[in-house]
C-alpha cells in the first residue's frame, strides 16, 4: 500500500465532525493530523495568510474575499456551519429601537466587517426591511482574515479594547450582531418576533444560511484528483455517523446549497466586500 497522503487539517467542535476527529471515521489514503483552534477563526486566518494548515474550515465570505485576492484555496460543498441569523442582531431591552428602519444613521457594532454572520444580517436588512446600509457606521473590532481587503468608508475600528458587548452599554452603539456573550436578559433582537421571523423568511426564500464550508489548498486538490471525493466521503460519513439531527443533518452538497451560498455572494458583492458577484460554481470543487 502507497504511503497516506498527510494533512493538516483544522475542523470546528462540531457533533457531526467528531467521528473523523476521534477516527470513528477514517480513510486509508489519508492521515489527518488535527489542528485545534480556540476561537475557530484563527484557523480561518492562519489558512489565508500563513498557509499553515491544508484543510480547514472556514467562514464562507473569509472564502470570498480571499479568492478575490488570488489566494490559491478551493472550497468544498460541505457546509458544516449553518444558523439562522434573525435573533443575532441584538439592541438593549431599554432601547428605543423597534425595528430595523430604526438602525438608520446610528453605529453598529460587529467583530469585523467582514464576519459571515454580519454579511447575512446586513443582507437581511436591506433585501427584507429595506434598510438603507450606507446610512449606518459599521463600528468593528478586528480587520478582515484576508490581510489585503480594505472595508468600505462607513466602517470605523474601535480601538477603545472593549468588547461588543461592552460598547452597546456603554451607548457606543446602537446594536450588535455575532456577539455570542450578551446577557438575554439585557438585550433583545432588533426585529420584532426574530425567531418566526426568520423561519418566515426561511420558507419563503428556500434558503437556511451556510456559513462555514471547508477550504483545502487548490494545488492539493489538482496533484490528487481523488482528494475532492474522498474528503467530502469523510465529512459525509462523519454527520451521518455522528446521528445529529435538524440543521446539522441537512445534507451536503452543491445543488441542496447552491441558493444559500449564491445568495450570500450576492450579499457580499453588494456590501463591497467583492467587486462583483461570483458564480458559487467557480468557487467551490466539483467532481469530474
Known amino acids: ?32 493530523e488535527f489542528v ?6 484563527k484557523a480561518f486566518r492562519a489558512m489565508v495568510r500563513d498557509g499553515a494548515l491544508d484543510v480547514s474550515e472556514m467562514a464562507l465570505t473569509t472564502h470570498l474575499v480571499a479568492r478575490e485576492f488570488g489566494k490559491p484555496l478551493t472550497a468544498l460543498p460541505a457546509p458544516v456551519w449553518r444558523r439562522l441569523h434573525h435573533a443575532n442582531l441584538v439592541c438593549l431591552a431599554t432601547s428605543p429601537i423597534r425595528g430595523p428602519k430604526d438602525l438608520e444613521n446610528k453605529k453598529v457594532g460587529v467583530r469585523a466587517y467582514s464576519q459571515t454572520t454580519g454579511v447575512w ?28 481587503y480594505r472595508d468600505p468608508a462607513n466602517v470605523v475600528r ?12 456603554a451607548g457606543e452603539v446602537a446594536a450588535i450582531m455575532g456577539e ?35 477550504t483545502v489548498r487548490t494545488e492539493l486538490l489538482e496533484r490528487h484528483p481523488w482528494l475532492g471525493a474522498e474528503l467530502m466521503q469523510l465529512l459525509d460519513e462523519a454527520r451521518v455517523l455522528s446521528g445529529v439531527s435538524g440543521v446539522a443533518a441537512m445534507p451536503y452538497g452543491l445543488e441542496p446549497n447552491r441558493a444559500s451560498m449564491q445568495m450570500l455572494c450576492a450579499f457580499a458583492a453588494d456590501q463591497k466586500l467583492t467587486r462583483g458577484e461570483y458564480k458559487i460554481d467557480d468557487l467551490l470543487w466539483a467532481e469530474g
Open 1 to 32: 500500500m502507497s504511503e497516506r497522503l498527510g494533512l493538516r487539517i483544522c475542523l470546528g467542535q462540531h457533533r457531526h465532525v467528531m467521528p473523523l476527529k476521534t477516527g470513528a471515521v477514517s480513510s486509508p489514503r489519508l492521515a489527518f
Open 36 to 41: 485545534e483552534c480556540d476561537p475557530l477563526p
Open 121 to 148: 444580517i446586513r443582507g437581511i436588512l436591506k433585501t427584507q426591511y429595506a434598510v438603507d446600509l450606507d446610512s449606518i457606521t459599521w463600528v468593528t473590532l478586528e480587520d478582515a482574515h484576508v490581510a489585503e
Open 158 to 169: 474601535d480601538t477603545s479594547g472593549q468588547s461588543l458587548r461592552e460598547l452597546l452599554h
Open 180 to 214: 455570542r456573550n450578551a446577557d438575554p436578559d439585557s438585550v433583545r433582537p432588533v426585529i420584532p418576533d426574530a425567531d418566526g421571523a426568520a423561519q418566515d423568511w426561511a420558507e419563503r426564500s428556500g434558503v437556511f444560511p451556510a456559513n462555514h464550508v471547508v
